[in-house]
């Protein structure tokens, strides 16, 4: 029997593995992409708003039209959507946005990536779910690797109001996979993603009304590997790349993997942004970073293997 159910398993949680880091790979691709757009003269508040709009407009009339039937939700739905939207979507954005103007990018990084020990603590707290000594090592190796990775000794004094912003990011990251756990094991991912990108580009409009957005930069030219285009391509590039499609991917990967998994799995962001800041903007990993990549890989895998 408990051959048979591992048997079952396997082939499930393999692809979902696969969707999760494609989805972390285009979420990496999102930090050249926009790097290069605010080299240009935008503001990150300005990006953060028109990534998450432009995705909305383009991902709903498609999903209306081709999957009509993956935007109908009951009225029992509207805290799970509210919930995903304001703080899956919108509510990582923002806060992480506000944290990076406040404190090193490289301190944001590791407070956000928090998000996989919430949600062990939730799954083990709220949920009851005993967890073994090997997901709490693999995760605590995963955030010290990260750690290494921004460097964090060399930075000093931080800002209160950074350090609440990266954690409430953090918090917002993990309710990104428990809600999207939830919510893409009962509802098609398309629409889910869909309406959540809607709900995200309303709350951010907020805080970024869509007039104060720089229209005239629209065409200025924006630098990516020694390549020059439009502002406006490399903004389409990552309304899409960047995040319509690792959305539907995460989402997607949520469907059979346990969240605890699917969060140390976030680690893979972090490494691939460096790998594409290596390739797209000549920036290199010093050895100790490389020593912390290295510890995240360990800690992935620890957990990976001690995950039921």
């Known amino acids: 029997m ?14 979902a593995i696969g969707w999760s880091l494609i989805s972390w790979a285009l979420f990496a691709s999102s930090g050249p ?28 009339p498609v999903v209306a039209l081709v999957r009509p039937s993956a935007l109908r939700f ?3 739905d509207l805290w799970l959507l509210l919930g995903y939207g304001l703080l899956g979507v919108a509510g990582v954005q923002l806060l992480f946005f506000v944290a990076v103007q406040q404190v090193p990018v490289g301190t944001a990084m590791v407070l956000v990536n928090l998000a996989p020990v919430l949600v062990a603590l939730w799954v083990r707290v709220v949920r009851r779910t005993r967890l073994s000594g090997r997901v709490w ?5 995963a955030v010290a690797g990260l750690a290494l990775i921004a460097q964090l000794g060399q930075f000093a004094h ?17 309710a990104y996979f428990l809600l999207g756990e939830r919510g893409a094991r009962s509802h098609d991912p398309a629409g889910l993603t869909a309406v959540g990108l809607t709900i995200g580009a309303v709350m951010v409009a907020l805080f970024t009304p869509p007039w104060t957005l720089p229209a005239r930069l629209l065409t200025a030219p924006a630098v990516l590997g020694g390549l020059r285009t439009p502002v406006w391509v490399v903004l389409l590039a990552l309304a899409v790349a960047g995040t319509v499609l690792p959305y539907l991917a995460g989402l997607r990967s949520l469907r059979d993997l346990p969240p605890t998994l699917a969060g140390v799995l976030a680690v893979a962001e972090p490494l691939i942004a460096a790998a594409l800041a290596w390739l797209l903007l000549g920036q290199s990993l010093t050895p100790t970073q490389l020593a912390g990549a290295l510890t995240m890989l360990v800690g992935a895998l620890l957990v990976q293997s001690a995950t039921p």
């Open 33 to 60: 992409l926009a790097k290069a757009v605010m080299d240009a003269g935008w503001s990150p508040a300005a990006v953060t708003s028109m990534r998450i709009t432009l995705a909305a407009v383009l991902l709903v």
């Open 158 to 174: 931080p800002n209160a109001l950074g350090i609440l912003a990266g954690l409430g990011s953090a918090v917002c990251s993990a």
């Open 137 to 141: 090592l693999g995760i605590g190796l």
């Open 74 to 76: 009951r009225r029992s």
């Open 2 to 15: 408990a051959t048979t159910e591992k048997a079952a398993r396997v082939p499930i949680r393999g692809p």
